[in-house]
């Protein structure tokens, strides 16, 4: 196969196809016209470095340069334990797989009047902030002017967003008020900490860039949350579009991420290739437990950082998400108070509400076992290695790869 300038141009770019990059790859071990090609595709983009401004290296691309160099985090050794490996002998998948949107609720069996018309509210403005901050916006640019008058044009009379002041009335055992929860305990903490990043003039473009994946990361978890929230865009949802683990790692990695507490880093560990849902309303329930795990460790984290894996090849035919963070004993023995059920004056209400979210969603995705197996087999739990808490939860592999695959290329809501 012969090669043009420009595909050589696109493989250093990283834009090039992965069927035509492997296609390359092959040829630049055994044709010299193609590594030819490379070469110059080398010195052209060395050439253009030259003639660009200099310009002072931002703390966000530092941290980002610095973490890629730096040694990577290693589970191993707890992959090793006990508790995963009985995990491995116990784990199976079933014969149906489960698509999500397994406990959505109508906004009509909202018991509590004001939030019944808040909610509405609070995801048409999410709408209007989507396209503030999406990649076509002068936000993403570094311009925030316009962002920055909607935010104290809608935050004149109140918050911008109606979050409940408290959360020990969200209970999970009422489905819709579950919803609830798991509409404002996942990614709304986080977007509402860049959202105030953004009004007191002390943000960057990587902040603009986190705020955008976690405004399109809310959008679909409400959809998913409440079906006649936007049944035109939920219908989209819910066609067959394989969401691959890259899509995860590519919003997480070297983020902050903050949960009622200092915003702390995340550190990305690996991200199997290959899709982890197969469509946007079961990605968006995936999703929303990885902000639950987040949000219990961020918190409790001594030095301001969490680490983030998904992992394939552990799991017979299933997939198992990390959360791991150095943490103090004490901050340990609260979560696994929060899994054992066990009430704490030290745990916040809200924090047993994230667990219970996580449970109950692992518990639909095996729905051929029962829920105490699910538990009791460690389909999801937490284990003390060192001075590190580790935290996951496991989820059907897709077996099969049929289907489209989204792309964060131009994401949608």
């Given at each position: 196969m012969q090669f043009s300038e420009q595909t050589a141009l696109d493989y250093l770019l990283g834009?090039?196809?992965?069927?035509?990059?492997?296609?390359?790859?092959?040829?630049?071990?055994?044709?010299?016209?193609?590594?030819?090609?490379?070469?110059?595709?080398?010195?052209?983009?060395?050439?253009?470095?030259?003639?660009?401004?200099?310009?002072?290296?931002?703390?966000?691309?530092?941290?980002?340069?610095?973490?890629?160099?730096?040694?990577?985090?290693?589970?191993?050794?707890?992959?090793?334990?006990?508790?995963?490996?009985?995990?491995?002998?116990?784990?199976?998948?079933?014969?149906?797989?489960?698509?999500?949107?397994?406990?959505?609720?109508?906004?009509?069996?909202?018991?509590?009047?004001?939030?019944?018309?808040?909610?509405?509210?609070?995801?048409?403005?999410?709408?209007?902030?989507?396209?503030?901050?999406?990649g076509t916006s002068s936000a993403s640019m570094g311009i925030n002017d316009e962002l920055e008058d909607w935010i104290r044009s809608n935050s004149s009379s109140g918050p911008v967003f109606n979050t409940p002041s408290q959360t020990s009335d969200l209970s999970v055992d009422n489905p819709s008020l579950q919803s609830i929860s798991r509409t404002y305990l996942s990614a709304f903490p986080s977007l509402y900490y860049f959202l105030e990043k953004v009004s007191s003039k002390n943000s960057t473009v990587a902040d603009v860039r986190r705020l955008f994946y976690l405004c399109r990361d809310q959008l679909k978890i409400m959809r998913a949350s409440f079906r006649d929230l936007d049944r035109d865009r939920l219908v989209e949802d819910e066609k067959l579009m394989l969401h691959g683990a890259g899509l995860l790692r590519s919003k997480w990695w070297?983020?902050?991420?903050?949960?009622?507490?200092?915003?702390?880093?995340?550190?990305?560990?690996?991200?199997?290739?290959?899709?982890?849902?197969e469509r946007c309303v079961e990605f968006a329930e995936y999703d929303s437990n990885l902000y639950c795990l987040a949000n219990l460790l961020s918190p409790r984290s001594v030095d301001s950082q969490f680490h983030i894996e998904t992992v394939k090849d552990i799991l017979p035919d299933g997939v198992l998400a990390v959360c791991s963070a150095k943490t103090t004993s004490s901050a340990h023995d609260d979560i696994s108070d929060i899994i054992d059920g066990r009430p704490s004056p030290n745990v916040p209400?809200?924090?047993?509400?994230?667990?219970?979210?996580?449970?109950q969603s692992v518990q639909r995705a095996h729905q051929h076992i029962s829920g105490d197996d699910v538990k009791s087999q460690k389909f999801l739990g937490c284990y003390r290695q060192d001075s590190f808490t580790h935290v996951w939860f496991s989820w059907p592999a897709i077996l099969s790869q049929d289907g489209a695959d989204a792309s964060t290329g131009k994401p949608s809501l």
């Amino acid at each position: 196969m012969q090669f043009s300038e420009q595909t050589a141009l696109d493989y250093l770019l990283g834009v090039l196809p992965r069927d035509d990059s492997n296609a390359f790859e092959e040829s630049l071990e055994t044709d010299s016209n193609t590594l030819q090609l490379y070469l110059q595709a080398q010195d052209d983009c060395a050439n253009i470095s030259l003639s660009a401004i200099p310009q002072k290296t931002s703390s966000d691309l530092r941290s980002r340069i610095l973490q890629v160099s730096s040694q990577p985090f290693e589970l191993t050794s707890l992959f090793d334990t006990s508790i995963i490996t009985n995990l491995c002998d116990a784990y199976s998948s079933g014969s149906t797989r489960y698509i999500g949107g397994g406990v959505s609720s109508s906004i009509k069996d909202v018991s509590d009047s004001y939030r019944r018309d808040t909610l509405p509210a609070d995801y048409q403005n999410l709408l209007q902030l989507f396209n503030l901050v999406s990649g076509t916006s002068s936000a993403s640019m570094g311009i925030n002017d316009e962002l920055e008058d909607w935010i104290r044009s809608n935050s004149s009379s109140g918050p911008v967003f109606n979050t409940p002041s408290q959360t020990s009335d969200l209970s999970v055992d009422n489905p819709s008020l579950q919803s609830i929860s798991r509409t404002y305990l996942s990614a709304f903490p986080s977007l509402y900490y860049f959202l105030e990043k953004v009004s007191s003039k002390n943000s960057t473009v990587a902040d603009v860039r986190r705020l955008f994946y976690l405004c399109r990361d809310q959008l679909k978890i409400m959809r998913a949350s409440f079906r006649d929230l936007d049944r035109d865009r939920l219908v989209e949802d819910e066609k067959l579009m394989l969401h691959g683990a890259g899509l995860l790692r590519s919003k997480w990695w070297g983020a902050n991420h903050t949960f009622f507490s200092p915003a702390n880093r995340v550190m990305c560990g690996n991200f199997f290739d290959g899709p982890v849902t197969e469509r946007c309303v079961e990605f968006a329930e995936y999703d929303s437990n990885l902000y639950c795990l987040a949000n219990l460790l961020s918190p409790r984290s001594v030095d301001s950082q969490f680490h983030i894996e998904t992992v394939k090849d552990i799991l017979p035919d299933g997939v198992l998400a990390v959360c791991s963070a150095k943490t103090t004993s004490s901050a340990h023995d609260d979560i696994s108070d929060i899994i054992d059920g066990r009430p704490s004056p030290n745990v916040p209400s809200r924090d047993a509400h994230l667990w219970n979210l996580v449970s109950q969603s692992v518990q639909r995705a095996h729905q051929h076992i029962s829920g105490d197996d699910v538990k009791s087999q460690k389909f999801l739990g937490c284990y003390r290695q060192d001075s590190f808490t580790h935290v996951w939860f496991s989820w059907p592999a897709i077996l099969s790869q049929d289907g489209a695959d989204a792309s964060t290329g131009k994401p949608s809501l």
